[in-house]
């Protein structure tokens, strides 16, 4: 059986937010396909600092964040694709003007460049995490991969007409991932494809939001978990249980991977 490259998404595909804990199916299956020789690569919306020691847990050293920005193979950095740093600072100064919040991921750190609202309070709601630190004027000394807004839906349009090089993601209750065009997760997948030989016949892609549609579509063969948004099912090759229904499991024994 040839090597498989599993790219795998972070919240609802390997996390459960119901209990914020791995299952212990999806535990089991990516310790048996490790031990089968297969490589499991998480592909996450979420910045490093944001993995929060999940990645060691699992025992995966591998892994593409901040939505395709920054890639690392086995724990040596392999491509970092950072915003313009003017059009950083102009989005932020916009975003400082009319009090909203936003926060920088970088390869080290995820930071707050203000404390305006409430919506930003609730970030533990979102990713179970302690309140971000809030560093003002961060981005002007650091490289940034990806941007959250946390802002009113309603009118992100505002913000797609005044940065057109922008691709604004819905990836979570309160805010916007931010990130420059030209794709999301499948840009990781391409990139290690080209640098490490990978034949896109042995990838697969597993995951549950709307910034896995791309990915999902690019692999080889792609996976939405029974918990995923209607669009990503849709675009799916298979459609698996639930994250919190053995859903991780049961696809890879049904494919016999494991």
Same mark, same amino acid.
């Given at each position: 059986?040839?090597?498989?490259?599993?790219?795998?998404?972070?919240?609802?595909?390997?996390?459960?937010?119901?209990?914020?804990?791995?299952?212990?199916?999806?535990?089991?299956?990516?310790?048996?396909?490790?031990?089968?020789?297969?490589?499991?690569?998480?592909?996450?919306?979420?910045?490093?600092?944001?993995?929060?020691?999940?990645?060691?847990?699992?025992?995966?050293?591998?892994?593409?964040?901040?939505?395709?920005?920054?890639?690392?193979?086995?724990?040596?950095?392999?491509?970092?694709?950072?915003?313009?740093?003017?059009?950083?600072?102009?989005?932020?100064?916009?975003?400082?003007?009319?009090?909203?919040?936003?926060?920088?991921?970088?390869?080290?750190?995820?930071?707050?460049?203000?404390?305006?609202?409430?919506?930003?309070?609730?970030?533990?709601?979102?990713?179970?995490?302690?309140?971000?630190?809030?560093?003002?004027?961060?981005?002007?000394?650091?490289?940034?991969?990806?941007?959250?807004?946390?802002?009113?839906?309603?009118?992100?349009?505002?913000?797609?007409?005044?940065?057109?090089?922008?691709?604004?993601?819905?990836?979570?209750?309160?805010?916007?991932?931010?990130?420059?065009?030209?794709?999301?997760?499948?840009? !990781?997948?391409? /990139?290690? #494809?080209? %640098?490490?030989?990978? =034949? $896109?016949?042995?990838?697969?892609?597993?995951? +549950? @939001?709307?910034?896995?549609?791309?990915?999902?579509?690019?692999?080889?063969?792609?996976?939405?978990? !029974?918990?995923? /948004?209607? #669009?990503? %099912?849709?675009?799916? =090759? $298979?459609?698996?249980?639930?994250?919190?229904? +053995? @859903?991780?499991?049961?696809?890879?024994?049904?494919?016999?991977?494991?």
């Amino acid at each position: 059986m040839h090597k498989k490259y599993i790219f795998v998404d972070f919240d609802g595909t390997v996390i459960d937010h119901g209990t914020n804990s791995i299952p212990e199916s999806t535990k089991k299956a990516i310790k048996l396909l490790q031990q089968k020789g297969h490589e499991v690569i998480l592909s996450t919306g979420r910045g490093p600092a944001l993995f929060y020691g999940v990645d060691k847990q699992l025992n995966i050293d591998s892994y593409i964040a901040s939505n395709g920005r920054y890639g690392v193979y086995k724990g040596e950095v392999l491509y970092n694709k950072y915003i313009d740093k003017k059009v950083v600072n102009e989005i932020t100064e916009l975003a400082y003007k009319n009090k909203i919040d936003i926060a920088f991921s970088s390869a080290t750190d995820y930071v707050l460049n203000s404390k305006f609202s409430n919506i930003s309070n609730n970030f533990s709601d979102v990713f179970h995490l302690e309140y971000p630190e809030v560093k003002h004027n961060y981005h002007l000394d650091n490289e940034i991969h990806q941007m959250n807004l946390f802002y009113n839906k309603s009118d992100y349009k505002k913000f797609e007409e005044l940065f057109p090089t922008l691709h604004f993601n819905f990836s979570n209750f309160y805010g916007l991932d931010v990130n420059e065009k030209g794709g999301l997760k499948e840009i !990781g997948i391409r /990139v290690f #494809e080209e %640098k490490l030989g990978i =034949d $896109i016949e042995d990838t697969i892609a597993v995951g +549950d @939001g709307h910034n896995d549609i791309s990915m999902i579509m690019y692999a080889h063969i792609g996976i939405s978990m !029974g918990n995923g /948004v209607e #669009e990503l %099912k849709k675009a799916a =090759d $298979i459609i698996t249980d639930d994250v919190d229904k +053995d @859903g991780f499991f049961n696809v890879f024994k049904k494919l016999n991977l494991i």
